[in-house]
């Protein structure tokens, strides 16, 4: 069955402008998790939904970010804006409600200029 | 917090040579400890996991022991290959706080012939 997809797979955006990610999980994944990983880094913790709920945003690093599921499916991340400390890869993972572990998406590469 | 330390790349090694990948972690309570893979160009894969102490993790040749009084989880493989050249990540699951994935920094992994 498909994978995890993300889209754009690449972004390059000017400083203040904003930009939309989004994610499509696995079909019939209750969970989906936001992370962001900087160059050389591990990935970081930004949001998680079961279904439409939000259920936790500790990770988004200013309101700037905001994160909606509004159907339970596919997810949008979207940056206000945007900085150039804002330069990562985006990354969307999606879990199955008794399995604990992760599957992610290939990210998205957002560059702010 | 949650936290997870990993040895620092690059690692080189040449074929048929023994790998271990040291990890430590830091949680509250009894969490889920994984490895995940990033081959070069490709996303994020789930290598092996272990959800309680003393459990042992395989995948391809991999293996990694749930040391819950080492807080360890140390990734060891009898004879690298070329093809296993990527960036290993270990991780820990959170499960009270919805199974979110705290990362280490990955470690680059160089098999040379």
């Known amino acids: 069955g498909a994978g995890v997809s993300q889209s754009p797979r690449y972004k390059v955006a000017k400083r203040g402008q904003d930009v939309a990610l989004r994610c499509d999980p696995i079909?019939?994944?209750?969970?989906l998790f936001w992370y962001q990983q900087a160059l050389g880094q591990g990935p970081e913790f930004l949001t998680y939904f079961q279904n439409e709920a939000q259920l936790d945003k500790s990770g988004l690093p200013s309101d700037r970010f905001f994160a909606e599921r509004p159907e339970g499916s596919v997810s949008t991340l979207k940056i206000q804006r945007t900085q150039q400390e804002d330069s990562a890869v985006y990354l969307c993972?999606?879990?199955?409600?008794?399995?604990?572990?992760?599957?992610f998406g290939p990210g998205t590469r957002l560059t702010v200029t | 917090g949650d936290s997870v330390t990993q040895m620092e790349g690059p690692v080189t090694l040449s074929e048929e040579a023994f790998l271990t990948i040291n990890c430590t972690y830091t949680a509250t309570g009894y969490p889920s400890l994984f490895w995940y893979v990033q081959y070069p160009g490709e996303g994020l894969q789930l290598l092996l996991k272990a959800t309680k102490a003393d459990d042992k993790g395989s995948n391809k040749g991999f293996e990694a022991t749930y040391r819950k009084e080492t807080t360890s989880f140390h990734l060891e493989k009898g004879s690298v290959q070329v093809s296993d050249s990527a960036v290993y990540f270990c991780a820990l699951s959170d499960k009270g706080g919805g199974n979110k994935l705290t990362f280490g920094t990955g470690t680059q992994l160089k098999v040379e012939l």
């Open positions: 079909s019939g994944h209750v969970s």
């Open positions: 993972a999606s879990s199955s409600p008794d399995r604990d572990e992760q599957y």
